[in-house]
């Protein structure tokens, strides 16, 4: 794999890009010929992903009013499981499996209001995902709920636009509890830094519409617009792949990279963004955060293999691929984890439904986390000897 650009470089391609595309040059009646209007049109669609880094920002007051909109958002305030009814083609919905698929799916979800009077909201659902979109590995599809503005008013949906809804894999009544411990993944994540995706667990009963019958009612679980997260940290999403390490907030890259040993996960990547989503902020700092723990080795649900060129045997061999830095260096890292122990342990126990056997696989795969942070002749061979020098990852 050749060497990537810096951020310097990335910058100059942007700028670069920015500027490369002219106008087509009118006939002379002052139209544009068809073919060139064509080629013109196309070039305006497609600018690079990157031209947010030439967009304006905000004064200082309007992005703090855009956080503390964010911040309140009424989805995100409670932890207490959020019951609503979801009504649709789920047999059409089931056979779209392809990952390109833009397909929409009509549907209604049936939720309270804040006077505990229901409300039925129109909305648009897709299918989402890669691995977990094969038939073979799940029978239920992950998706995506776009909602009306006006509709969702008064409602605890109020200030949304589009959602991933983590669905229960297998149709099995125990599959969904992987749903409550990729949600234990998220809040452990919360605890440690609040760059990081907020979900709302969700009791979802799904309906089919043929015949207005329930199927099943089923663990789920709602995360945070990235765009709501980016206003939260006075920022915006970006989709800026190729980065190095060295061209992100250390900070965040750190205890990303360290989380992501402690969780057993393995599946993602800077240099493609998978399952990382980037925000800057006007200083052109960039944040890597993390999302999408199923394949984690704290979930571990059966479907969850390593990648064969990482030479894992099982997703609950954790592996270090962060940058290769020396235990003096990780120490300040480190020290937001041990802080925290308490804490995070504790939540546990405050997922609810989450039955004893997994609780207890879940603190005694974290407690393996946290014994090695003990012993420094451990923690030494694991995260420095073993570590795998690199750019990026």
């Known amino acids: 794999m050749p060497r990537p650009p810096g951020l310097a470089a990335s910058a100059a391609l942007v700028l670069l890009c920015l500027g490369a595309a002219a106008p087509a040059a009118p006939d002379h009646d002052g139209?544009?010929?068809?073919?060139?209007?064509?080629?013109?049109?196309?070039?305006?669609?497609?600018?690079?992903?990157?031209?947010?880094?030439?967009?304006?920002?905000?004064?200082?007051?309007?992005?703090?009013?855009?956080?503390?909109?964010?911040?309140?958002?009424?989805?995100?305030?409670?932890?207490?499981?959020?019951?609503?009814?979801?009504?649709?083609?789920?047999?059409?919905?089931?056979?779209?499996?392809?990952?390109?698929s833009t397909k929409e799916y009509p549907?209604?979800?049936?939720?309270?209001?804040?006077?505990?009077?229901a409300v039925t909201i129109p909305v648009t659902l897709t299918t989402r995902g890669k691995s977990s979109l094969n038939p073979r590995v799940c029978e239920f599809v992950p998706l995506r709920i776009d909602l009306p503005e006006k509709e969702v008013k008064g409602t605890v949906f109020e200030g949304q636009q589009a959602l991933k809804l983590v669905t229960h894999c297998e149709n099995g009544r125990g599959f969904d509890q992987y749903v409550l411990l990729e949600h234990l993944a998220?809040?452990?994540?919360?605890?440690?830094?609040?760059?990081?995706?907020?979900?709302?667990?969700?009791?979802?009963?799904?309906?089919?519409?043929?015949?207005?019958?329930?199927?099943?009612?089923?663990?789920a679980m709602f995360i945070e617009d990235d765009g709501d997260l980016a206003r939260r940290m006075e920022g915006r999403?970006?989709?800026?792949?190729?980065?190095?390490?060295?061209?992100?907030?250390?900070?965040?890259?750190?205890?990303?990279?360290?989380?992501?040993?402690?969780?057993?996960?393995?599946?993602?990547?800077?240099?493609?963004?998978?399952?990382?989503?980037?925000?800057?902020?006007?200083?052109?700092?960039?944040?890597?955060?993390?999302?999408?723990?199923?394949?984690?080795?704290?979930?571990?649900?059966?479907?969850?293999?390593?990648?064969?060129?990482?030479?894992?045997?099982?997703?609950?061999?954790r592996l270090y691929r962060g940058p290769c830095l020396s235990l003096a260096e990780l120490e300040p890292h480190l020290a937001v984890f041990r802080t925290t122990q308490a804490d995070v342990l504790a939540l546990i126990d405050a997922i609810p439904d989450l039955d004893k056997s997994r609780r207890n696989?879940?603190?005694?795969?974290?407690?393996?986390?946290?014994?090695?942070?003990?012993?420094?002749?451990?923690?030494?061979?694991?995260?420095?000897?073993k570590c795998r020098p690199a750019p990026t990852m």
């Open 186 to 219: 998220y809040r452990i994540f919360n605890v440690l830094t609040p760059r990081s995706f907020r979900t709302r667990l969700a009791a979802a009963t799904y309906v089919e519409v043929s015949n207005h019958k329930p199927l099943f009612t089923r663990h």
């Open 107 to 117: 549907g209604t979800l049936t939720v309270t209001d804040q006077q505990e009077a």
């Open 31 to 100: 139209t544009v010929p068809p073919q060139q209007a064509t080629a013109a049109q196309e070039t305006k669609q497609k600018k690079p992903p990157s031209a947010k880094l030439a967009e304006p920002w905000p004064d200082a007051a309007k992005l703090s009013e855009r956080r503390a909109e964010a911040e309140a958002l009424p989805l995100f305030k409670e932890d207490v499981p959020l019951p609503f009814t979801l009504e649709a083609d789920f047999k059409a919905i089931s056979r779209d499996r392809d990952p390109e």
């Open 361 to 385: 696989t879940a603190r005694s795969f974290l407690n393996e986390f946290y014994s090695l942070l003990g012993r420094q002749d451990r923690l030494k061979r694991e995260l420095v000897d």
């Open 237 to 317: 999403v970006v989709e800026m792949p190729r980065l190095l390490f060295s061209n992100l907030d250390q900070e965040s890259l750190m205890t990303l990279m360290l989380f992501q040993y402690m969780i057993g996960n393995t599946d993602i990547s800077i240099w493609a963004l998978h399952n990382i989503s980037l925000v800057t902020t006007p200083a052109r700092v960039f944040h890597p955060i993390t999302w999408d723990f199923d394949m984690a080795g704290l979930v571990a649900p059966p479907h969850a293999i390593p990648n064969p060129r990482l030479k894992l045997i099982s997703v609950k061999d």
